[in-house]
């Protein structure tokens, strides 16, 4: 979208001719005021849900009165239904504490202040300008969110480009950056369903482990409803007997933390049950005999001591993973750990020995998490990435997209870090970003280790945050921007199936509101050369991410609006609009150098921080059906606080007894990193040496102050899923 002022030496012949002075660019994309008020015409519009990447189907209806009415849409992946969280998503539209005006404060000891467009604009230039003169632009960071494709893409090449920072990265890297990971090193490849769901009714057997989809994503539940009405097995790995597990035909409980010797120990069954498809393996994969010796070591009893999990259930899943077709799916469960990739390297792994992926109704997969979660990390939020998944430190991807941008490759700036790490660095006293720019993210209640991030946000020179509602995060800024919603843009999301779908704009956003894409524009005008120009219209955005992408791993260049609409969605990859799109990968081969899957021997190692004396209990977090992730949008909603309004600790009885807790009662869990207070919910259905805490919440109830920052050392994934703590009654 910039075209910049070094677009006549790029020889690109599709960079765009630079389009007119800097005051003429101001006009056009920047100082138009807000959107006049809707006038109240009734209108419908097709979209999907805003929430998690089931990204369900659904009508938006307008009436004359400007009351907006949500309706279920039969799209292939909700089928006509959609959760709670769908039902109610138009009620954040108009609500009151829907930002309609920018914030401002004047000192860090002033409260916040509404301001106009022009000086909070104005204020946050100025302060970036002067940053990057006297600090360098690697003193300005920027944090991304579950955004559009467009407005991912825009904000990666606003960062690269108009600031000149390599200090960008996103939430995602808390949802699926493990998987992603494995998924590239097997595969070549991260698309986290490499075939369309309709495919798990196919599959005799259903492995999910860490996933209970009856919570995050309920209409998914028909898809699992049909595999079982069609005689196939499914079973569910989870310490907790969630509402997915119950409804399985086999549940596995095992210890937290130890789904990777869990893998090596049904890979262990199969091949010495002579179960493995030899010759798939031997036509697609290398490394098997790597593996093979590293699961040896894998017998059953001793991963039953590993796991919890019995020798006569680990031979019973061998046997039913053999009944083909299969299907293995993890999610957050497995993948939120320091050793979340080799975790799911280890799923990968026999997957692949049973000859799984590639065939339909087979395969191994992921459940992305957030909505267009997988689309956000595929155009340049990651520190690592640009456009269509390239890779920033690869010469060929570095030209090609700064032939896009307009720019020099050698001004792009490298590989920045991961999120937690960029979190943990902020502040010039620790010589890190003394900016930080936030958009549509909410890390004061859901990053790692959070009270400790809440200090180094308050270390910060300037921090500015473009959200809906006045979020914990956005309440510590000194500028906040109020942007606009879901149903008040248009763009384009991928879904947890690689399939490019369509947002619609019902209506406009309300007077004193801008898209996160205007934003954008207006200050990469106002930080002045060689970002200065940048597309505001999400069409136009599109079409040029379609180039960036092209080629790439991620190559959206046949994705357009028309083709959409036309096919309920595009797969990518999509190399051009008269090629056909992919819904399932790896037919023939894998998109590797020798077409060949990868095999890694992973081995079973501890979680980061083991239960002790002082801390004698696993807590593991989550999440529950009526709120969604941060929880900035869900807690504003009255019928979903209405079935889930408070956070609360899930306990054992038996653990309970011990310590003295009632149902009800207020108790305290403590880790080595901080506190939190909820009251006391005891269920069976859980582990006696583990507790649950959802962590939607903030102050007392956040679930992620006690959080560990261990981190992967591939993916840079949190280990959210697991640490010690204790557990007191409150007095
Ligand atoms: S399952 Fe996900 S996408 Fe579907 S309605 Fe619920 S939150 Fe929205």
Known sequence: MNASLHAGNTGDPEAKPHPGTLSGMVGSATLLPAAPPAAAASRTVATHCPYCALQCGMTLHQDAA????????????????????GWTAADLLDHPHRLTTPLVRDSRLDPLRPASWEEALGRIATALRGLRDAHGPDSIAVFGGGLTNEKAYALGEFARVAVGTRFIDYNGRFCMSAAAAAGIRAFGIDRGLPFPLSDLGRARTLLLVGANPAETMPPLGRYLAAQRANGGTQIVVDPRATATARAATHHLQPTPGTDLALANGLLHLVITGGLADTDYLAARTTGFERVRRSVAGYWPARVERLTGVSVAELEATARALADRPALIITARGAEQHAKGVDTVTAWINLALALGLPGR???????????????????????????PGYRRLDDPAARAHVAAVWGVDPDTLPGPGVSAYELLDSLGGDRGGPRALLVFGSNPVVSAPRAARVERRLRALDLLVVADVVRSETAAQADVVLPVAQWAEEDGTMTNLEGRVIRRRALREPPPGVRTDLVVLADLAARLGPPGTWFDSDPAAVLAELRRASAGGPADYAGVTWERIDAQDGVFWPCPAPDRPDTPRLFADAFPTPDGRARMLPVDHRPVAEEVCARFPLYLTTGRVLAQYQSGAQTRRVAALTAAAGEPFVELHPDTAARLGVAEGDEVTV????????????????????????????PGAGRANSLTVDALDPVSKMPEFKVCAVRVERAS
């Open 66 to 85: 400007g009351r907006v009415r949500v309706a279920a849409r039969d799209f292939p992946t909700n089928r006509g239904g959609l959760c709670q969280k």
């Open 360 to 386: 339909p109704g087979s395969g191994y997969g992921c459940l992305t998490g957030q909505g267009n979660g997988q689309g956000g990390r595929e155009h340049g939020q990651k520190a690592d990435q640009l």
């Open 670 to 697: 403590t880790s080595r990193r901080g506190r939190m207070r909820a009251p006391a919910r005891l269920v069976a259905t859980i582990r006696p040496d583990t507790v649950f805490a959802p962590f939607h919440w």
